[in-house]
Each structure stands twice: as structure tokens, then as C-alpha cells.
């Protein structure tokens, strides 16, 4: 597969098999892909956690109220530390939730690559989330997804509403 084919097929998955776990070898490929994202000053400012524990699912998983949700046999969190984050000194701009963003998206596309599926999400609940994995005060999670199989017979639609090339492309 090529890359412009990965990039144009990748879709939101809201269908999992809770059955069918995602062998540990992919899963560290999928994560190595996050390591080895770039990072402002190659401050790497992250830690990975992939929840696949029922016990701690059933901790997580209350963040987001999805049906589908519940279903995903793992949850892959990115957590990151502000303080360990490059910082402009002109401004006091921190590149802790652009560095997390880029090491999130390596890892949605290598899981799309795997053929896992994956959904971005960001309107978790900050406090459940956060009181179930005992976060500290410098640590900040600013997505998450799940990561599992579809579920058997499910049909990606193949249609995404873009803007076109001209509408956001300006060759100056």
C-alpha cells in the first residue's frame, strides 16, 4: 500500500470485536511508530500506555459513554509532560500537545497500515480519565483512541467530506 492510499483510507472505526485481541508484536510496532515520532528539541515528552487489562479497562473505558467504546479491547492513552516539553522563549508557547498530536497520528496511520482500527478522541471525561490513572499535576492527556478489529462484516464507507485541494492549497 502506498502512502496517499493509507492517508485517503483511513477512517474513524466505531466498531470492535472485543474478542479478538491485537497481537503483542503489532501493538509494539504500532507504538514504536509513536518513539519514534519527531518531537520539538527531541524533547520526546510522552509516555504510552496501552490499557488491555479488563480490570483496568473497566476503569477507563466510563471516560467516553460510546457503546462502541466498551467494546475496544484495548485503549491507547498518550500522555505527556509539560514540563519536559521544548518551550519558546520569546513567547512561552509549550509544544507538549503538538509533539503528543504528531506521536498520535504516527501511531493511528501505522495502526491503519496493521489494518487495526482506531478513532481519535478527545471529548473524554478529564476527570475520569484522570482519577483512574492516578495522573499527576504535570501530566496531561490530550487524546485518546481505542484500538481493536472491526467487528466482522463492518464496511468502511470509503467517503470522506474534505475540503478540496484549492479550497485549502495556496501555492505562493
Known amino acids: ?11 474513524s472505526i466505531r466498531s470492535y470485536d472485543k ?11 504500532i507504538l514504536d511508530t509513536g518513539r519514534l515520532a519527531p518531537s520539538a528539541g527531541n524533547r520526546q515528552p510522552w509516555e504510552f500506555l496501552l490499557v ?3 480490570d483496568m479497562l473497566n476503569k477507563i473505558r466510563p471516560c467516553y459513554k460510546a457503546e462502541w467504546f466498551q467494546n475496544a479491547p ?3 492513552i498518550i ?21 503528543l498530536t504528531i506521536a498520535m497520528d504516527h501511531m493511528i496511520l501505522a495502526a491503519e497500515f496493521a489494518e487495526i482500527g482506531t478513532c481519535w478522541i478527545a471529548a473524554f471525561s478529564h ?3 484522570y482519577n483512574a490513572l492516578e495522573l499527576k499535576d504535570n501530566e496531561e492527556v490530550y487524546a485518546i ?3 481493536g478489529y472491526p467487528m466482522e462484516g463492518f464496511k468502511k464507507r470509503g467517503i470522506k467530506n474534505r475540503k478540496s485541494f484549492e479550497e485549502v492549497i495556496k501555492f505562493i
Do not use: C, Q, V
Not at 1 to 11: A, P, T, W, Y
Not at 19 to 26: E, K, Q, V
Not at 79 to 95: C, I, L, Q, V
Open 1 to 11: 500500500m502506498n502512502f496517499h492510499n493509507l492517508i485517503s483510507g483511513r477512517e
Open 19 to 29: 474478542n479478538r485481541r491485537i497481537p503483542t508484536d503489532t501493538l509494539s510496532r
Open 52 to 54: 488491555s487489562s479488563e
Open 74 to 76: 484495548h485503549i491507547l
Open 79 to 99: 500522555k505527556g509532560f509539560k514540563n519536559k516539553a521544548w518551550t519558546r522563549s520569546e513567547d512561552g508557547y509549550n509544544s507538549l500537545e503538538t509533539d
Open 127 to 129: 476527570k475520569i480519565l
Open 145 to 147: 483512541t481505542p484500538l
